[in-house]
């Protein structure tokens, strides 16, 4: 089998189980002449479960207009949201703040989130959480 000449990479954060093809989707993949429902449904399918979480898609474009997608896990900052209960951070980061983040907290979202992350060390993965808070107005223990 020959290898297929990538084209491009895409990627969009989308809503688990509930992705349309209103903006970014349609006309990030439209440019490149994807099918776009058949990418819709498929992501669909397969964050069916997530739903109401955002699940970034890492999309590869071949040349031939054919595609894969990996899932990611949802955002640091979106766990960090999730994990607080609220739907925002702080309007100013340093001066506001939005909540408070225990050490606990931070350790589970660095563990969670390990496997996109550019490190294997739980601990360099729990400052990459910190700075997230941190720059969305939210105090860290």
């Not at 990538?6 to 989308?14: H, M, P, Q, S």
């Not at 992705?19 to 776009?36: D, E, F, M, N, S």
């Not at 340093?94 to 989130?113: F, N, R």
């Amino acid at each position: 089998m020959a290898v297929k000449k990538v084209k491009t990479i895409i990627k969009l954060n989308l809503p688990a189980g509930v992705a349309t093809a209103a903006p970014p989707v349609g006309p990030a993949l439209g440019q490149h002449g994807l099918p776009i429902m058949e990418f819709i449904k498929a992501y669909n399918e397969r964050t069916a479960k997530l739903k109401g979480e955002i699940i970034p898609a890492v999309i590869t474009v071949f040349e031939d207009r054919t595609f894969s997608f990996i899932t990611k896990l949802p955002p640091v900052a979106a766990m960090i949201l999730k994990t607080l209960g609220i739907e925002k951070g702080g309007g100013k980061p340093g001066k506001e703040s939005a909540g408070k983040l225990t050490k606990a907290q931070t350790e589970q979202i660095a563990k969670t989130k390990l496997p996109d992350l550019n490190t294997t060390d739980v601990k360099a993965a729990m400052k990459v959480v910190a700075g997230t808070a941190r720059s969305m107005g939210i105090q860290v223990e």
